[in-house]
RNA sequence: UGGGAUGUCGCCAAGCGGUAAGGCAACGGGUUUUGAUCCCGUCAUGCGCAGGUUCAAAUCCUGCCAUCCCAGCCA
C-alpha cells in the first residue's frame, strides 16, 4: 500500500451522516456544508461534548465547510459569561476554529419574536394562562391524549395584544406562556402544543434586562439554525422526538433555510459520568478538587490530567458515530492516549519511593555526566543530561532480597542494568531495627557503560537517579473516579467512587532535567507512566506532576497469575 | 399499555442481496538498556429470535423479543 492510500484509508471516516452529506452534495441540494455546535453556557464541556465539537466541526472541515460556535442562551436563569467563556477556550485548545463570531441564540430574539407575532397571526399560537401544574393535566400522558387548554380559541387580535403586554412586563413570571397551536392528540407529546415563550423576569447575560419574555429551546433552535444557513443541524438522540416540532416551525414562518436536523448517539464512557447534576456533585461536594480536576472527565480536567487534545480527537474517531446506545471502554481512550505520548513524551527518569544505593566501588567525589536519550525510537528529539555518583536512589519495587526467574530487577547477589547507565550487582542489605531495608550496598561493573557485560547477564533494566543530582517532587497518581463501569446506574454514585483514584507522593526524587520542565509538559518516566506537570501548581521551586497514564503493564499480569 | 429509535465478537464498528473489514481488549510468540514501544500470529460457519422470499439474506418481507428516549414555562 503507498503512502497515499494508507493515509487516505486512515483520514476517511464514514459514517451515516457523512453519508446524508455525501447524497445531498451528489444530489445537488447543497454546493457546501454549514454546521453549528451549540452549547448552553450553563456548565463546563465534557468528554461527550466533546464528541459533538468533534462531529460538527469535523465534518465542516473535512466538507471545506464552516461551523458557527453558537451559544444557546435562551434561558437566562442557567446561564453565566464565566461559562461561555470556558466554553470558546476549550473548544480552541480541542484544534478548532469557528467560521466568524461567535453567535448567540439571543442575537435572534427580535426575529424570534417577530415569527412567534407572525404565528399568531395565522392562527398557529395563542397565549394561555394554564398554570404549569393545570398545563401538565391537559397534556395527557404518554397513553392518553391532551386536552385542549380552554385559551386555545382566542382571537389574533387578543393573543397579539396579551402577548405584547407580556413583553412589555404586564405579567408575572409563570402567569401565562404563547403556546404553538398544533395538536393535543399526537402521539408525540412534543406536539401537544409547546410552550415558545415564557414570562422570566431576569438579567440576560447578553441581553440584559431588554426582555422579560425569553423563547423555549424547541422554537429558537431550528430558527437559530435556519438564520445562520446551517445545512445540517446535528444533535443527540434524545432530539428525535423534538425533529417534527423543528420542522413545524420552519415551514410554518416565513424563511427560506430549513436544516436538516439529524440525531446521534452520545458518548458514555465506563468508569465516569458525564451528567453535569453529579459532576456539580462531585465539586460541592469536594470529591474533587473543581471542574479542571485531573479526574473529572471535563476537557479542563483531561488537559490537566494530560491528555492532549490529538489523543482526545483519535480517540472520539475510534468511538464512531452512530444511533446505537453505547458506552465505551476506557482502555479505548487509554490506548489513544498512550499512543499519542508514547511517540511525543520525552523520557526521564523518576523513582517514586525510593531506596538508597551507595555503589561501594565508586569514587567518593566523582561525577558522570551521560547523555541520554529523550526518546529511544526518535533521535531527534535529542538528548539531557543524567549523572551517576556514588549514591542513587532506586524505586523500592525494583529490589528483592530473593526472588524467583520472573522477577527481571535487582536482587541480592544479582546484577540488573541501571537504564542508561552501569550494570550493577546487590552486594549487601542494610536494614534498620524493625528489618525495613534502608539502603543497598552494590558494585558497578565500569566496563558496562553502553555495552553489555562479559562473561554475565543482568537480570533486567531499572530507573534510578543519583541523590545529589536529582530534585524532590511531588507526584499525583490518579487512577480511575469510579470502581464501577456504570456509575450513573448505582442508587448513590458517591459511593462508588473510587477511594484510591489519587495518591499523593510528597518525596519522590526526579532526575534533574526535570527542573527545566514548564507547566503541561508532559513525560514518560520510564518505567512508571506518562506524567505532565501541573498547569497550575508546578514551578521549577516546587515540581508537581500528574500522572496522566500508567504504561501497560504486562508483569502486572505476571505477577497476578503467580 | 402511546410515540420515537436501536439490536453484527468482551467493548466500539464497517457492511446497503453475492457468501462477515478494522480498532480496542484478550491470548500466544519474536525483538528490546523501559516487563514500554515495535513486529508476527490467534480471536463471529456467525449478524436479537422465529418464519418467509431468492440460485444466493446481516442485508428484502412478516411476526415476535430486548434495550434506550419522551409527559420542564430545561437544553
Not at 457523512?18 to 448552553?40: M, Q, V, W, Y
Not at 479542571?292 to 480517540?315: E, H, L, N, Q, V
Request: hydrophobic fraction near 35%; aromatic fraction near 10%; include cysteine.
Amino acid at each position: 500500500m503507498s503512502d497515499s492510500e494508507n493515509a487516505n484509508s486512515v483520514t476517511k471516516p464514514t459514517n451515516f451522516i457523512r453519508n446524508i452529506i455525501d447524497k445531498d452534495l451528489a444530489s445537488g441540494k447543497h454546493t457546501a456544508i454549514k454546521t453549528r455546535f451549540p452549547p448552553e453556557p450553563n456548565g463546563f464541556l465534557h468528554i461527550g461534548h466533546a464528541k459533538s465539537i468533534c462531529i460538527n466541526f469535523g465534518i465542516a472541515e473535512d466538507y471545506q465547510g464552516l461551523c458557527n460556535l453558537r451559544f444557546d442562551d435562551t434561558n437566562p436563569a442557567k446561564e453565566e459569561s464565566a461559562y461561555a467563556e470556558a466554553i470558546a477556550k476549550d473548544v480552541q485548545w480541542l484544534g478548532f476554529k469557528w467560521a466568524g463570531d461567535i453567535h448567540h441564540s439571543a442575537d435572534y430574539f427580535d426575529k424570534l419574536y417577530g415569527f412567534a407575532e407572525e404565528l399568531i397571526e395565522k392562527g398557529l399560537a395563542y397565549v394561555c394562562e394554564l398554570s404549569m401544574e393545570e398545563m401538565r393535566t391537559y397534556r395527557g400522558t404518554l397513553t392518553e391524549t391532551g386536552k385542549n387548554s380552554p385559551f386555545r380559541d382566542r382571537s389574533v387580535e387578543d393573543n397579539l395584544d396579551l402577548l405584547r403586554k407580556m413583553k412589555a412586563g404586564d405579567y408575572e413570571d409563570g402567569s401565562m406562556a404563547l403556546r404553538a397551536k398544533i395538536d393535543m392528540s399526537s402521539p408525540n407529546i412534543n406536539m401537544r402544543d409547546p410552550v415558545i415563550y415564557r414570562i422570566k423576569k431576569a438579567h440576560h447575560i447578553r441581553t440584559g434586562d431588554k426582555w422579560c419574555i425569553y423563547p423555549t429551546y424547541d422554537f429558537t433552535h431550528g430558527i437559530s439554525d435556519a438564520i445562520e444557513g446551517i445545512t445540517h443541524s446535528l444533535c443527540t438522540l434524545e432530539f428525535e422526538d423534538h425533529r417534527p416540532l423543528y420542522d413545524w416551525f420552519l415551514d410554518n414562518i416565513s424563511i427560506e433555510c430549513h436544516p436538516q436536523q439529524i440525531e446521534f448517539s452520545r458518548l458514555n464512557l465506563e468508569h465516569t459520568i458525564t451528567s453535569k447534576r453529579k459532576l456539580n456533585q462531585l465539586v460541592v461536594e469536594n470529591v474533587v478538587d473543581g471542574w479542571d480536576d485531573p479526574r473529572m472527565p471535563t476537557i479542563s480536567g483531561m488537559r490537566r490530567r494530560g491528555y492532549s487534545s490529538a489523543a482526545i480527537r483519535d480517540f472520539i474517531s475510534r468511538t464512531g458515530v452512530t444511533k446505537k446506545v453505547h458506552t465505551v471502554e476506557m482502555s479505548l481512550l487509554e490506548n489513544s492516549v498512550r499512543e499519542d505520548l508514547g511517540d511525543n513524551a520525552p523520557r526521564a527518569m523518576a523513582v517514586l519511593k525510593p531506596l538508597k544505593v551507595t555503589i561501594s566501588n565508586y569514587p567518593e567525589d566523582k561525577v558522570e555526566e551521560i547523555n541520554a536519550p529523550r526518546h529511544p525510537q526518535n533521535e531527534d528529539m535529542g538528548t539531557r543530561k543524567i549523572y551517576f555518583s556514588k549514591t542513587l536512589f532506586i524505586d523500592q519495587a525494583d529490589f528483592r532480597e530473593s526472588a524467583n526467574k520472573k522477577y527481571k530487577r535487582l536482587v541480592l547477589g544479582k546484577a540488573v542494568r541501571l537504564r542508561n547507565a552501569y550494570v550493577i550487582t546487590c552486594d549487601e542489605i542494610v536494614k534498620d531495627a524493625e528489618g525495613n531495608i534502608t539502603e543497598l550496598k552494590c558494585r558497578y561493573d565500569e566496563n558496562t557503560l553502553g555495552k553489555n557485560p562479559e562473561g554475565y547477564k543482568p537480570k533486567g533494566v531499572i530507573h534510578w537517579v543519583s541523590e545529589s543530582h536529582s530534585k524532590a517532587a511531588t507526584i499525583r497518581l490518579y487512577d480511575r473516579l469510579f470502581n464501577v463501569p456504570n456509575p450513573a446506574s448505582e442508587d448513590d454514585f458517591l459511593s462508588a467512587v473510587n477511594p484510591d483514584c489519587l495518591q499523593v507522593i510528597e518525596n519522590a526524587r526526579v532526575e534533574l532535567s526535570l527542573v527545566e520542565a514548564k507547566p503541561e509538559d508532559v513525560f514518560q518516566f520510564e518505567r512508571e507512566g506518562y506524567f505532565c506537570a501541573d498547569r497550575f501548581e508546578h514551578s521549577a521551586e516546587n515540581l508537581v506532576f500528574n500522572r496522566t497514564v500508567t504504561l501497560r503493564d504486562s508483569w502486572a499480569k505476571i505477577e497476578a497469575k503467580g
